[in-house]
């Protein structure tokens, strides 16, 4: 199995634009995570669905940021418009029930 | 109180030396427990679950103390490539909730 693969790798963008970072996750695996990696807030979890149903959305920053799973082997994440403060390593997960989760590589994002 | 507290570090160990982590965490109805691994501009990776009954992984072992709501990891004869960062990581349901991680460098 190739992983969770995530992309792009790496984004760079402006203030404003609009920003979509994808993922698919293991086959098989039940439950996707986004997180979002920053020095000084560690790692948050923004969302996480279950079969492709978001279950908590809580830890979504705010109404800029969504997220869709529209089938079992792909979901996004979009910023819409970026700001410097979403800079950060987005990481997708995802794992089989109560097993082992596994993070794909992440997606560097600076908005400049 | 936050969920799941490590101290930060950086800890900065001579290679050989053993190094002890700690971390707390505030629901006692957590359920399950691991040590993640995160190297620097990488993805965390799991270490080893930790169990009541402490479990041993070669030079790690990892403690679980559910009346004081703490966990431990312990590194002996510390490597060069021990270098990271270990996330302390409990799970709530469905929900998985990591520690901010300690850094560890080991010096030769």
């Known amino acids: 199995d190739a992983g969770v693969i995530q992309s792009p790798r790496h984004e760079v963008t402006e203030m404003g634009q609009e920003v979509t970072l994808r993922c698919k996750p293991i086959s098989g695996h039940d439950y996707l995570f986004w997180y979002r990696q920053t020095m000084m807030r560690g790692l948050e979890l923004l969302i996480y669905f279950n079969n492709n149903v978001p279950i908590d959305d809580s830890g979504m920053p705010e109404d800029r940021f969504s997220a869709k799973m529209p089938n079992a082997s792909f979901s996004t994440l979009k910023i819409q418009p970026s700001e410097p403060r979403d800079s950060a390593v987005y990481f997708c997960?995802?794992?089989?029930?109560?097993?082992?989760?596994?993070f794909g590589p992440g997606t560097r994002l600076t908005v400049l | 109180r936050k969920e799941v507290e490590q101290d930060p570090g950086p800890f900065n160990v001579p290679e050989g030396a053993t190094v002890a982590f700690n971390c707390t965490y505030s629901?006692?109805?957590?359920?399950?427990f691991f040590w993640y691994r995160q190297d620097c501009r990488k993805e965390p990776k799991l270490l080893m679950s930790?169990?009541?009954s402490g479990n041993e992984d070669g030079r790690f072992t990892a403690q679980l103390n559910r009346a004081s709501q703490y966990i431990s990891l312990l590194i002996r004869d510390s490597k060069l490539s021990d270098s990271a960062t270990y996330l302390c990581?409990?799970?709530?349901?469905?929900?998985?909730?990591f520690g901010k991680g300690t850094r560890l460098h080991i010096l030769p």
């Open positions: 629901n006692s109805a957590s359920q399950s």
């Open positions: 930790v169990y009541s």
């Open positions: 990581v409990v799970t709530e349901g469905d929900k998985i909730i």
């Open positions: 997960a995802s794992r089989a029930y109560y097993n082992e989760q596994f």
